[in-house]
């Protein structure tokens, strides 16, 4: 205890005095790094269609119900834009915040994402990071993809505002350690 009579927290994480090292190095690790960018790309696309996907079979069932209800059901199509940020955000936390630390797409390319120091990413992050996301694209479109080409972990701009970084999984890290 403090003198003023307030308990301190430890938030070193076993560091001492010191600031948490980045996990990832890429000049010793460079099989962390390795074709992240263009497999990321796919990856979204894959997420793409796992978001819009539902959300256009929702378009279409309440177009159908429309012309059931004689154009009464129409007016739920306002319904979309909510529904398309709820789910989109509800995605990216659910898969990103579940042990494989990926989404579908990224698991499909051998990706993960990490916090910067290295831990498992976690659902609150996963939603942080998917808005993080929409408004620097729709702010700093296309700048915000050039980011990942001035740095060496290959991240992202909403990478940085989430304290995140995309890597590719152990398992194909260690495969392409092998090549090297």
């Given at each position: 205890?403090?003198?003023?009579?307030?308990?301190?927290?430890?938030?070193?994480?076993?560091?001492?005095?010191?600031?948490?090292?980045?996990?990832?190095?890429?000049?010793?690790?460079?099989?962390?790094?390795?074709?992240?960018?263009?497999?990321?790309?796919?990856?979204?696309?894959?997420?793409?269609?796992?978001?819009?996907?539902?959300?256009?079979?929702?378009?279409?069932?309440?177009?159908?119900?429309?012309?059931?209800?004689?154009?009464?059901?129409?007016?739920?199509?306002?319904?979309?834009?909510?529904?398309?940020?709820?789910w989109a955000v509800a995605y990216n936390a659910l898969t990103l915040g579940s042990p494989?630390?990926?989404?579908?797409?990224?698991?499909?390319?051998?990706?993960?994402?990490?916090?910067?120091?290295?831990?498992?990413?976690?659902?609150?992050?996963?939603?942080v990071h998917a808005v993080c996301f929409w408004v620097s694209v729709s702010v700093f479109?296309?700048?915000?993809?050039?980011?990942?080409?001035?740095?060496?972990?290959?991240?992202?701009?909403?990478?940085?505002?989430?304290?995140?970084?995309?890597?590719?999984?152990?398992?194909?890290?260690?495969?392409?350690?092998?090549?090297?």
């Open positions: 205890m403090s003198r003023t009579g307030e308990t301190s927290r430890d938030t070193s994480y076993g560091f001492g005095d010191r600031a948490l090292p980045h996990a990832y190095d890429p000049q010793t690790m460079p099989e962390y790094f390795e074709g992240v960018l263009s497999r990321r790309l796919v990856a979204f696309l894959v997420d793409a269609l796992m978001i819009v996907g539902p959300v256009a079979l929702l378009a279409v069932f309440i177009f159908v119900f429309g012309l059931l209800t004689l154009g009464l059901g129409w007016m739920l199509f306002w319904l979309l834009s909510p529904a398309f940020i709820v494989a630390s990926a989404t579908l797409g990224m698991r499909l390319m051998d990706l993960e994402m990490r916090t910067w120091y290295g831990a498992p990413c976690y659902s609150i992050l996963g939603a479109t296309p700048f915000v993809l050039l980011v990942a080409l001035f740095n060496d972990r290959r991240r992202l701009l909403h990478d940085f505002l989430a304290g995140t970084v995309v890597v590719n999984t152990p398992r194909r890290a260690d495969a392409l350690r092998r090549t090297y």
